[in-house]
C-alpha cells in the first residue's frame, strides 16, 4: 500500500496581481484543497504569501515552508500554477534545489509539466521565461496606471510625507505638523548645522526626531508641492508647506556643510571603525564612530551616543577611544571566555531543548481559523494582515529560538577554537578589517556604562 502523502498548499498572490485581478487567495485554496481531498493526501499547513511578487524569495511564508522541509515534515507541495513558486528560471532553480536535497515533490494542479526529461525541464524554462517577461510587463501596466493617478494628485500608497495627511486620495496639509517642517527649514537657514537644528527641534516641541528623519525632511521636495520619482516630476502635485526659493537655499547650505568623508586622505587611509555596530551605549542604542585630525594628520577614532549629541534622551556624553576599548579586549577576552568556557563544563551543563512543538501547531492551527474567517468575509483584509503578521512573528520567533539551542554546543567548541588562537601576538600585524573579523567572530555587543566601562556579550 502506497504511503499516504503530507502535501503544504502554497498559495500567492501579489499585491500587482490584486489590483488588476483582485484577492485571488481563496479560488487558489480552494482548489488545492479540493485536488487534495480528491487525491487522498494529508494536508500540512496551508502557506499563504499575500502581496509577494514572484521574484523576491524572501517571502515569510515561502520561507517556513522551506524550513518545514528541511525538517522532513512535506512529502509534496501543491501549487495552482508554476509562477505561484517564481516568475523566473533563477528563482524557481534555488527553490528546487533545497526541494530536490530533502526529497521533497511538487506539481502544479493546473499546469502538466515532467522534470524527470531534458524536454519536460526545457518546457519549464521556457514557461518560466514567459511568466517572467509576463510579470515585467504587468508592472509596466501598473506603473503606467500609478502615474496617470500621480499627475492627477491621487496618492497611490498609504505613506504619508511628515506634514500632510490624506483626504479624498490626496494630501493636504496637517497645520500641526507643518508647523514643524517649516520651523525645520527656518532653523536651518540660521543656525546651518544640523546638530543644532535637531537640538532646537526636539526642545521646542518636546520630540524625539532623529537625525537622519530632519535631514531626509529638509532634503524632501514635497514639501514645495512637487512630486519627484526618478526622472518622472509632477509639479503642483500638493499644496506647498515652503516656497522653492527657501527649499533651493537650504539644498545650497546642506551641500556646502556637509561633511567629505571621502577625500584622498582618508580613502587613502582606508579608514574603518573596527567596532562599528557593535558598540552599546547604556541607553540601548549604538554608538556611532567619529574622529578627529590632529595637525600631523593621524587620526584618532571614537565612538559616541548620537541620541546624547541631539536630544536630552541621553545623559552619555562622553566619548570612547578606539585604541582603548582595543586594549581592554586585548587584556579581558581570554580570561572571559575560559571562565566560561570552565563553568560550562565543570556544570556538565547541556542545552535544555524546548518542546514547542505543540505551542507551534497551536499558532498554526490559529493561522487556518485566521484565513477560514478572511475567506468568509467575516474580517476585513487590514485585521487579516495585522494578525496573520503578528501570529507568522511568533512562528518565526519560535525557530529562531530553536536554532540557538541547537547551536549552543557549537558555540561551546567555537570558544575553544578562538582561545587556540594566538590572536594577542598577531593582532598588531592585522589591519582594521582582519581586527574586525577577528572581534565579530567571538563578540556580539560591547556595552557602555555612563563611566565608559565595557560590558562584553559573547556570540
Same mark, same amino acid.
Given at each position: 500500500m502506497d504511503k499516504i502523502k503530507r502535501v503544504a498548499l502554497y498559495i500567492r498572490v501579489s499585491t500587482e496581481e490584486q489590483v488588476l485581478h483582485g484577492d485571488s487567495i481563496r479560488t487558489q485554496t480552494e482548489a488545492l484543497e479540493q485536488y487534495a481531498k480528491d487525491n487522498n493526501f494529508i494536508i500540512v499547513d496551508k502557506y499563504i504569501d499575500e502581496g509577494y511578487s514572484a521574484t523576491n524569495l524572501k517571502r515569510p511564508s515561502l520561507q517556513r515552508m522551506l524550513e518545514d522541509i528541511k525538517e522532513n515534515k512535506i512529502d509534496l507541495i501543491l501549487l495552482t500554477k508554476i509562477d505561484r513558486f517564481s516568475r523566473g528560471v533563477k528563482n524557481f532553480y534555488k527553490i528546487i534545489e533545497i526541494l530536490e536535497k530533502h526529497k521533497c515533490d511538487w506539481k502544479t494542479i493546473?499546469?502538466?509539466?515532467?522534470?524527470? &526529461?531534458?524536454?519536460?525541464?526545457?518546457?519549464?524554462?521556457?514557461?518560466?521565461?514567459?511568466?517572467?517577461?509576463?510579470?515585467?510587463? &504587468?508592472?509596466?501596466?501598473?506603473?503606467?496606471?500609478?502615474?496617470?493617478?500621480?499627475?492627477?494628485?491621487?496618492?497611490?500608497?498609504?505613506? &504619508?510625507?511628515?506634514?500632510?495627511?490624506?483626504?479624498?486620495?490626496?494630501?493636504?496639509?496637517?497645520?500641526?505638523?507643518?508647523?514643524?517642517?517649516?520651523?525645520?527649514?527656518?532653523?536651518?537657514?540660521?543656525?546651518?548645522?544640523?546638530?543644532?537644528?535637531?537640538?532646537?527641534?526636539?526642545?521646542?516641541?518636546?520630540?524625539?526626531?532623529?537625525?537622519?528623519?530632519?535631514?531626509?525632511?529638509?532634503?524632501?521636495?514635497?514639501?514645495?508641492?512637487?512630486?519627484?520619482?526618478?526622472?518622472?516630476?509632477?509639479?503642483?502635485?500638493?499644496?506647498?508647506?515652503?516656497?522653492?526659493?527657501?527649499?533651493?537655499?537650504?539644498?545650497?547650505?546642506?551641500?556646502?556643510?556637509?561633511?567629505?568623508?571621502?577625500?584622498?586622505?582618508?580613502?587613502?587611509?582606508g579608514m574603518q571603525y573596527i567596532f562599528s555596530g557593535m558598540v552599546i551605549c547604556k541607553c540601548g542604542r549604538k554608538m556611532s564612530g567619529t574622529y578627529s585630525l590632529s595637525t600631523d594628520k593621524r587620526i584618532y577614532k571614537y565612538y559616541r551616543c548620537h541620541i546624547s549629541q541631539t536630544t536630552k534622551k541621553c545623559d552619555n556624553t562622553k566619548r570612547l577611544s578606539e585604541k582603548k576599548l582595543e586594549i581592554f579586549l586585548l587584556k579581558n577576552v581570554r580570561k572571559q571566555l575560559e571562565e566560561i568556557a570552565f563553568r560550562y563544563e565543570s556544570n556538565n551543563t547541556k542545552p535544555k531543548s524546548k518542546n514547542n512543538n505543540q505551542l507551534k501547531n497551536k499558532i498554526k492551527k490559529q493561522i487556518n481559523k485566521l484565513q477560514d474567517l478572511y475567506f468568509d468575509d467575516l474580517i476585513d483584509k487590514e485585521d487579516y494582515k495585522l494578525k496573520y503578521q503578528k501570529l507568522n512573528t511568533q512562528l518565526i520567533e519560535l525557530e529562531k529560538n530553536k536554532s540557538e539551542e541547537k547551536n549552543s554546543i557549537i558555540n561551546l567548541q567555537a570558544i575553544k577554537s578562538f582561545l587556540e588562537i594566538n590572536f594577542e601576538e598577531i593582532y598588531a600585524d592585522l589591519n582594521d578589517q582582519e581586527k574586525r573579523t577577528l572581534w565579530t567572530s567571538i563578540i556580539d555587543t560591547i556595552v557602555i556604562d555612563e563611566n565608559k566601562n565595557p560590558t562584553i556579550n559573547f556570540l
Open positions: 493546473l499546469e502538466d509539466y515532467d522534470s524527470g &526529461t531534458a524536454a519536460g525541464r526545457l518546457h519549464i524554462n521556457i514557461m518560466l521565461s514567459v511568466a517572467e517577461n509576463e510579470a515585467s510587463q &504587468t508592472s509596466e501596466r501598473i506603473k503606467f496606471v500609478f502615474n496617470n493617478k500621480i499627475r492627477r494628485g491621487e496618492v497611490i500608497s498609504g505613506s &504619508t510625507p511628515f506634514g500632510y495627511k490624506i483626504v479624498d486620495k490626496h494630501l493636504v496639509i496637517d497645520e500641526e505638523k507643518a508647523e514643524i517642517v517649516r520651523e525645520c527649514f527656518i532653523s536651518y537657514e540660521k543656525l546651518t548645522s544640523m546638530i543644532k537644528v535637531l537640538q532646537h527641534i526636539n526642545n521646542s516641541f518636546n520630540a524625539n526626531f532623529s537625525y537622519n528623519f530632519v535631514y531626509k525632511l529638509l532634503r524632501d521636495n514635497i514639501y514645495t508641492g512637487i512630486y519627484i520619482r526618478n526622472d518622472f516630476v509632477v509639479e503642483n502635485f500638493c499644496d506647498a508647506i515652503i516656497s522653492p526659493e527657501q527649499f533651493e537655499t537650504v539644498q545650497k547650505l546642506l551641500s556646502k556643510n556637509a561633511k567629505v568623508y571621502n577625500n584622498k586622505f582618508l580613502n587613502n587611509l
